[in-house]
């Protein structure tokens, strides 16, 4: 596997995962009811690239909401990042807000605060 | 002639017109109907011509007890009368340029002291404490499958600013009815 993607609905995010290129986007809303059923392939396809994972990973999160139920989900995500970063490779995470956007700013630095990663808090004109 | 079980449909209305009830809902919650309600309310916003700011706290906080009461009616739907005890009932109503969200759902009486223990804690505490909770909840706190293990109380907190109304209403002696009154304004 050198790619894992899936496209958005209403209620969950596209994720594009390339591993050979080290790069993850997650895009959109997430805001599904069983959001561990939902993130378990990326959980999985992250373990796979751990192992082999590139000099650089780049993150790019753009999210419009998400849930509390996600939230957890996101963690465990980037503790998994956490991980690989730890491993060797250089991970950035790069977290998408809307200028307007207090909240999501917010989401994204109680993240920072969790996670021993380079952030980078990146401003969306609307 | 009087007939019981007529109900009356005006008097519901009426108090929902006074009420300035946008969006009413009275039933099972399923995942389907979640889907719809937003999607409604994200319209009538937009309609509405609401600033982006006030409609993306009124979506998440939106989520957030809808999902709460499709989570937390499983518990209660076993047994006898487990149609009615699956049933609740939400509305959203704005007076001027504040959003009421009302919820009401049967809940086991065994769970009613934890609930209510969690709600007065959220409530004890400031802007900067919620969020040093949150975050302590989000690192440590116990993921359950039924959603955010708690999470939801504190976002919906943490995102208002405003304290969480609530009560419960004796039923039996299993079950009490308990309602939710979220306020949502804008802040600063």
Partial sequence: ?126 | MGKPFMVDVFDIYDKMERNNILLSFKGEITSDLLTSILQIMENKMENMQEEPKMKKKVYNVLVECLQNLYHHLDETAEGENSEKVRSAIFMIGKLETKYSIFTGNYILNENIHGLKTRLDEVNSLSKEELKEYYKKVLNNGEMSLKGGGGLGMIDIARKTGEKLEYNFLDIDNKVSFFTLNIKVSQQQ
């Fill in chain 1, 1 to 126: 596997m050198d790619k894992y993607a899936i496209e958005g609905t209403p209620k969950t995010p596209s994720i594009s995962f390339d591993l050979n290129g080290g790069v993850l986007e997650i895009k959109g809303r997430s805001i599904p009811e069983n959001s561990i059923e939902f993130y378990k392939p990326l959980v999985d396809a992250l373990d796979k690239y751990t192992s082999a994972a590139k000099p650089a990973t780049t993150v790019n999160v753009q999210l419009e909401y998400f849930n509390t139920s996600s939230s957890k989900c996101i963690l465990d995500v980037f503790k998994k990042l956490e991980g690989i970063h730890k491993g060797g490779s250089a991970v950035t995470i790069n977290w998408h807000y809307e200028e307007d956007d207090e909240d999501m700013l917010e989401a994204g630095e109680d993240y920072q605060a969790i996670i021993n990663v380079p952030f980078k808090m990146v401003m969306v004109a609307e």
